[in-house]
């Protein structure tokens, strides 16, 4: 058993004193320099993000809505697909105008991209008027990277250790009532199509105090839901000598006053145990919701993608689930196109829709990821036909979401309002226990309260409804 270090407080201490260095500069020049962070990807870098902003908080920055009126951008990248990079590498052309009409506009890059094989490179040369690029395991040397940035000089972190984790660095996150809070950073699944164990390293997980102190902190600043995030969080604390697993650390999560609700993502399938299952039933904080990615059905490609578990198998998770939680929302990860799938092997997957029954699903075409055993492997179907496969796959999908929205007509739901609606003001919006997303009319005044909402109106994506109490 391996205990990871931790970043050394000395670290931290120096990392500080940039801080400090940046923060006087700024204050001398008489006005708050402003950011904008741009951030692409999983909850994850969402919440490094959230790290970068609150170190630029700390640092005299304020922060801007568009891209044009900052004096410091920062893409936050993800690599997970084909079409996220395509999007940084336009974003990161479309800066040089930017930087044309300004020349003290300082870009830095950093995130999962940033990570791979050759991308720093690729940026150095290619877009000179980049100033720094940084990887996942860097993000706490963000201060001394932007002070040397704020140097004239560019500079390059990119070293790719399996990265201690930095505690203690400052957050900037959105407003209560939700709080995301990583227990693990890291992967050790290798699925044969990912890239994510490859950027973000092996799996680490927070020491259990810290985690509890993050939560409680939050708590006292109001949030009344907290989101665990790992990109497998049912093995947390595998790396740890404590004992402690992830239904534990949930129970113990569950204890703090004030906090409400708690979910988690992402579970992976081979790791789901009787005590998480039990421990989800018994606790009523722990909201009914559970995203369980399959990535496919059929069980040819299941092994060949390295998940480690059969449909049947997969199957009798969920039966399991929902036996102890009937009315649980489930959601899941689907890839069509994986190399050498065929139709046969698809119908497999649209049957494991049509059995499970999912409320939702997050569905990709299958994106050739360099240096993952899968981008060797050899494919069939052309590029139509995994289209047409992918198209045929969300109807069925979306008459199934359909169907199960419109069993909320007629009842009313708990819902923690997060804030306005992002179609209409005069809307607001929060979630279910279950996740789903409710629309009603309201005024921000109910935002971080708990309401009880009748459920009018159903779709495939959201629910509507109207207030019933405060
Ligand atoms: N750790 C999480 C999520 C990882 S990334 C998990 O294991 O579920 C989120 C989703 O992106 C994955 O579940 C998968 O469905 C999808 N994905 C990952 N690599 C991909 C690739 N190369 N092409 C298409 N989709 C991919
Ligand atoms: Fe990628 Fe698989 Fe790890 Fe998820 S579990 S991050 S899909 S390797
Ligand atoms: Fe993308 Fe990195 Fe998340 S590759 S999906 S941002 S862990």
Not at 9 to 24: G, P, S, T, V, Y
Not at 33 to 51: H, I, R, W
């Amino acid at each position: 058993m391996i205990c990871l270090a931790e970043i050394s407080r000395e670290e931290l201490m120096r990392q500080k004193d940039f801080i400090n260095k940046i923060f006087d500069l700024n204050a001398r020049s008489g006005k708050k320099p402003l950011a904008f962070v741009e951030t692409y990807g999983c909850a994850q870098n969402f919440s490094d993000s959230e790290k970068i902003s609150g170190m630029l908080s700390d640092m005299g920055f304020d922060f801007c809505a568009r891209r044009n009126d900052a004096d410091l951008i920062i893409f936050n990248t993800c690599a997970v697909r084909e079409n996220a990079e395509m999007r940084v590498y336009g974003n990161i052309g479309a800066v040089k105008t930017l930087k044309r009409r300004k020349p003290g506009l300082l870009l830095g890059v950093c995130g999962c991209m940033m990570q791979q094989n050759g991308v720093a490179e690729k940026i150095k040369k290619r877009y000179p008027y980049v100033d720094m690029v940084f990887g996942t395991h860097a993000l706490y040397r963000f201060p001394e990277i932007l002070s040397g940035a704020m140097e004239k000089r560019r500079v390059f972190d990119t070293e790719n250790s399996d990265g201690a984790i930095a505690e203690d660095i400052s957050c900037r996150r959105d407003k209560p009532p939700l709080a995301k809070i990583p227990v693990m950073y890291g992967c050790n699944n290798f699925c044969t199509y990912c890239i994510v164990p490859y950027v973000r390293g092996r799996e680490r997980s927070r020491k259990i105090e810290n985690i509890l102190s993050e939560v409680k902190n939050v708590a006292s600043e109001g949030y009344r839901e907290v989101m665990l995030l790992g990109q497998n969080v049912n093995s947390y604390g595998n790396d740890l000598d404590c004992g402690t697993g992830f239904a534990e650390l949930l129970s113990r999560v569950c204890r703090i006053d004030g906090i409400e609700r708690v979910r988690f993502m992402t579970s992976h399938p081979k790791d789901i145990s009787d005590e998480l299952i039990e421990v989800m039933a018994r606790e009523p904080k722990i909201c009914k919701q559970l995203h369980l990615p399959v990535q496919c059905g059929s069980d040819r490609i299941l092994a060949k993608m390295n998940r480690k578990y059969t449909k049947e198998k997969y199957l009798e998770i969920v039966r399991r689930v929902r036996e102890k939680m009937p009315d649980i929302v489930l959601t899941t990860d689907i890839i069509v196109g994986f190399p050498g799938e065929t139709n046969e092997d698809f119908a497999e997957t649209l049957d494991i829709l049509k059995k499970v029954r999912y409320d939702t699903i997050f569905s990709f075409i299958y994106s050739k990821r360099a240096g993952t055993p899968a981008a060797e492997m050899e494919d069939c179907l052309t590029e139509e036909e995994k289209h047409r496969n992918f198209d045929e796959m969300i109807k069925v999908q979306n008459e199934i979401s359909k169907e199960i929205n419109d069993k909320y007509l007629g009842r009313t739901e708990k819902v923690l309002v997060e804030g306005e609606s992002k179609n209409d003001p005069a809307y607001m919006c929060g979630r279910t226990d279950g996740g789903k997303i409710v629309n009603f009319k309201g005024d921000k005044s109910l935002v971080g309260k708990m309401v009880s909402v009748c459920i009018t109106k159903t779709q495939t994506w959201s629910l509507g409804g109207e207030i019933r109490e405060v």
